[in-house]
């Protein structure tokens, strides 16, 4: 019914996405400033989507440069479309084959910072939209696709959107997998800040990059200046180290004092951070390795944790240690899982360095049936390793459950094996997308089953072929949801 429009317009829906990865719209967060909340980028990329919807025939709403919307139809009830217009940085340096905002099409694919996660899905929604508008066929529920401008960082755009404008009644998020996701993990940022030092060695910078917390880090890097002749190393200690350590460990001499340390990994998302090579950890292994003690027993704070666990990227080892305070949850099991949704995931995704205090995060993924207290706790008890160490936690996200038998999962599920001539079953995935800010929604497309997962990747593309059939699977779902 909708497929002659798309197909149609294929070649207009790639030209727009292009357009919209043209904006490196990573979300910059200023409270103070109304009129760009979340960076002048972000607001571009926002205004031109509306207007873009606007000239197609959409009714458009900029919500104070938060968010804003696309809307179409009548009744009172409403189906919503969620996605997001930020990203993630993205730099050439980083190691990509093009400039991840200049997009380029090549063997079938389309690649640039936003193409899957999320202006391609966002783009085949809006046009998905289209075919039903231009269609003529009835429906008996309003149609909104709402677009937020801080989904990578605080949700601060949804929040915002909740407070000030009306919810959908059903709907689901163009933001992870097809053919759904009836699960979604518990999420949470724990920061430690404890003292920390190197003996013989002055900490001069402890950097990650600006790395985005959810987000496996690709690059660390440590300044040292030696404060004692007695830990000097010798003359060939940087030619002998570089040689070792190759592509993963590098040393610069900055003057004959001063050394800086810099450890390359592999960005992933951290929903999936087995994907990615961890450079903050590989830099904490490298220090544990190399750096001196005043006693041969000595065990110094970075070396303890890495013992603990802290920087396991499954289930930490000391999460199920039987000598924790208040151990009883899971004594009697080695990692942290359950059936619907699998093991708990950490990504150790930031470090800096200040006044003699060193500060750590780990982002969190943890299963739909357990609790995020109960494992906040686990890491409160730290405690009982490390005198003075302060844990807190943030960017609480409460999991998403929802029956594989619930209407909206059958549905959208039944639709994509239709369209798509793919049997697979609804999954359940450690990423957070919108989804779980309202009730009765779900994630759904636009990755393929069995397709590796590019979001937040070097070289992020995607496939021609998928952005196309996204929005025939979109628009399909949608007259059914609003029919």
């Known amino acids: 019914m909708f497929d002659k429009y798309l197909d149609d317009n294929f070649n ?25 909340p979340f960076g002048i980028n ?17 009714k458009v709403k900029n919500v104070d440069n938060k968010c804003g919307y696309i809307e179409f139809g009548e009744g009172e009830e409403m189906v919503g479309i969620i996605g997001h217009l930020d990203v993630v940085p993205a730099n050439f340096e980083d190691g990509w084959s093009v400039d991840p905002y200049k997009a380029e099409i090549r063997n079938g694919k389309l690649f640039g910072r936003g193409s899957i996660d999320d202006k391609g ?65 518990g999420i949470m940022t724990v920061e430690l800040k404890h003292k920390f030092n190197i003996q013989g060695m002055d900490i001069i910078d402890f950097n990650c990059y600006s790395n985005a917390i959810n987000v496996v880090p690709k690059k660390c890097s440590i300044t040292l200046k030696y404060n004692s002749k007695l830990f000097r190393p010798n003359h060939n200690f940087v030619s002998e180290v570089n040689e070792l350590y ?12 001063t050394i800086k340390i810099t450890s390359y990994g592999v960005a992933a998302h951290a929903s999936h951070p087995e994907e990615g090579i ?33 920087f396991d990227i499954e289930s930490p080892e000391f999460l199920a240690r039987k000598d924790i305070e208040f151990a009883t949850e899971f004594e009697d099991d080695s990692v942290v899982h359950d059936e619907a949704s699998g093991i708990l995931t950490s990504n150790v995704g930031y470090v800096s360095y200040e006044d003699g205090v060193l500060t750590l ?13 109960s494992i906040f706790l686990r890491y409160r008890q730290l405690v009982r390793f490390f005198e003075d160490i302060e844990v ?41 997308t919108y989804a779980r800010a309202f009730k009765n929604f779900v994630s759904y497309g636009l990755t393929m089953p069995g397709d590796k997962d590019m979001c937040h990747q070097v070289d992020e593309y995607i496939k021609l072929n998928d952005l196309l059939l996204g929005s025939k699977i979109y628009a399909e779902a949608i007259y059914k949801l609003a029919k």
């Open 42 to 58: 972000c607001k571009n990329v926002l205004n031109y989507t509306l207007d873009l919807a606007k000239s197609m025939g959409f």
């Open 121 to 185: 899905p966002v783009i085949a929604s809006l046009f998905a939209m289209k075919a039903i508008l231009d269609s003529g066929v009835k429906i008996n529920k309003r149609v909104r696709l709402i677009l937020g401008l801080n989904e990578e960082k605080n949700w601060k755009c949804i929040n915002y959107y909740k407070e000030h404008e009306e919810h959908p009644t059903i709907g689901f998020s163009p933001d992870a997998n097809f053919p759904a996701i009836y699960a979604e993990k």
């Open 361 to 373: 995060r780990t982002n969190l993924r943890v299963p739909v049936t357990i609790s995020l207290d």
């Open 12 to 36: 207009k829906m790639q030209e727009e996405l292009i357009k919209l990865i043209s904006f490196p719209s990573v979300s910059e967060e200023d409270d103070e400033n109304l009129e760009e």
């Open 246 to 257: 190759r592509n993963n460990i590098e040393v610069q001499n900055i003057d004959e004092d």
């Open 278 to 310: 961890n450079a903050i950890s590989n830099l904490v292994q490298y220090l544990n390795e190399h750096t001196s003690k005043s006693d041969a027993n000595e065990e110094i704070y970075l070396e303890k944790l890495y013992g603990l666990g802290f």
């Open 392 to 432: 807190t936690n943030s960017g609480i996200q409460e999991p998403l459950f929802v029956d594989k038998d619930n209407y909206l999962v059958k549905t959208l599920v039944d639709i994509f094996k239709e369209k798509s001539g793919i049997d697979a079953e609804p999954i359940a995935i450690g990423g957070g």
